[in-house]
């Protein structure tokens, strides 16, 4: 009994090997470390890259004259895609021409038109983003772009898959309002 109490004292205060225990307890918690900076790095520069992208969208569309139509709206889509090195089928558009009403004190949509996962948006839906719009003075008009990118961490380490968000608006440039026109079909 004795020599069995003597050889475990003796485990107990031996210390060659300690540093390739500690690495062996340690590294796992490193590498991890490691993989989740990363992935929260790529987190924040997709969002980066997600407002980028919505911005050039909004600020094509404040440039146009010419009514809009289903095939511009597939071509900011894929436009999106691409600038956000994304499949087409997991990203989605909306937008949506706004005035401000100032005797009735609302925002009135003229037109909201979407490619993607999301609906149009509704007079009740442009009431609910009030906060978000800006002050404007009566009849002015904004384009409203909102896109939605499907973002998928590169590694599991604690991040969620999510949906980035963006909410852009822009007044248009060369005309009191973008139009929408889609020709009718027979």
Do not use: C
Not at 162 to 176: D, G, K
């Amino acid at each position: 009994m004795i020599s069995i109490r003597n050889y475990l004292r003796g485990f107990r205060d031996e210390e060659r090997g300690s540093i390739a225990v500690e690495t062996v307890l340690i590294l796992p918690v490193l590498f991890w470390g490691y993989l989740s900076m990363f992935a929260i790095f790529d987190a924040y520069r997709q969002h980066s890259i997600n407002q980028k992208a919505a911005y050039t969208i909004g600020d094509i569309i404040s440039r146009e004259t010419n009514p809009l139509d289903m095939a511009y709206l597939t071509g900011t889509r894929e436009m999106l895609a691409y600038l956000t090195a994304n499949d087409t089928y997991d990203v989605a558009v909306r937008v949506t021409s706004v005035t401000y009403d100032e005797d009735n004190d609302e925002y009135v949509k003229y037109w909201s038109e979407k490619k993607g996962w999301m609906p149009k948006l509704s007079n009740e839906a442009i009431q609910a983003l009030r906060d978000d719009l800006p002050v404007m003075p009566d009849n002015e008009t904004v384009i409203v772009v909102e896109t939605f990118v499907k973002y998928d961490p590169p590694f599991n380490t604690g991040l969620q898959t999510r949906e980035i968000h963006n909410f852009v608006f822009t007044r248009p440039r060369y005309a009191p309002q973008v139009l929408w026109n889609e020709p009718t079909t027979y």
